[in-house]
């Protein structure tokens, strides 16, 4: 199953170095613990609708624009899952059989 | 500040509505507790990645389609929040201010 908090993750983080701050800045002016704020991008810890909020702003891009990004990194991410496993029936569908019936009922 | 819980909260719910599907059916399907997904769709709760996959799982939706909509919905509310609190400088820009100066300069 896809997780939301890896891929959130990864998009605060791209957007933080996108930006050239480090986790230090943002950490400070979204008032959240350095670590804890690591662990988030690292796809660690599930993060609150408040901090989330702090951290768009210390980040200065909308909600929006983040979750934007989290939707178009999953569609990826759900294309790929299906190509690993397609969904696939377990019983061979008859037109796809090689009718030997009459075959064997020669040689019998 | 806007919270993602509360848009997501309106997100789950009308996707779960346009299936038409009950609380209690969803809340079946994803293994999660009857009031607790209830108190997440009103917005009250805050949702784990694993439960948000399971709820999806559960209404037959990509998780991509949810933050999609989700970000959609986000992007309305910040232009109403922009459009009820635009950024106006706290000093008034002096091509506004009229130039008051030589008729007080005389009338002195």
Avoid: C, N, W
């Avoid at 019983?91 to 075959?103: I, K, Q």
Wanted: no cysteine; proline share 4%.
């Amino acid at each position: 199953m896809l997780l939301i908090r890896q891929e959130l993750g990864d998009v605060l983080r791209d957007f933080r170095q996108q930006r050239g701050h480090t986790l230090r800045k943002v950490a400070g002016d979204a008032s959240v613990a350095l670590g804890y704020l690591s662990e988030v991008e690292r796809g660690q810890k599930e993060v609150s609708s408040e901090i989330l909020g702090s951290v768009a702003e210390a980040l200065e891009v909308p909600l929006s624009v983040i979750m934007g990004e989290l939707s178009q990194r999953l569609a990826v991410l759900e294309g790929v899952e299906s190509q690993l496993s397609p969904k696939v029936p377990d019983t061979v569908p008859t037109e796809l059989v090689a009718d030997y019936g009459s075959e064997y009922a020669l040689r019998a």
